[in-house]
C-alpha cells in the first residue's frame, strides 16, 4: 500500500495542493488523507476511485504506477463486451430456470 501512497502524493504534489486541500476535496481530515499518503490506511475501492477522480488520474496509473495506454483502453472495453454478454446469458439461464420450478410447481 505504500507504493500507492507515494504515487498519491505525487499526483497531489503535481497539482500543487498541499494534504489539507487534497483532504478537503476529497471530504476527509488531513491526518486522514496523510495517513493514506504513508500507506498507515488500507484503501477501499470507492475511496481510491474519488481520489483518482479528484486528481485527475488514471486508477491504474495509482495502483500500478503505469500510464493507461490505448491498448489497456481498448482491452477493457472488449472485457466489458464480454461482461455484458455473460451476464445477458445468465439472465436467460436464470429465466429458465425459473420456468422450470413454475413447471415443477416448486
Known sequence: MKSIGNRIKQSRVALGLSQADAAKQLNISTPA???IETGQTDLNISRLLQIAK???VPVMTLVTGEEADQS???DA???RQQLAEKEEEINKLRKKVIDLYEKLGI
Do not use: P, Q
Request: with cysteine; proline share 0%.
Open 33 to 35: 488523507f496523510c495517513k
Open 54 to 56: 479528484t486528481f485527475k
Open 72 to 74: 489497456s483502453s481498448a
Open 77 to 79: 472495453t472488449e472485457l
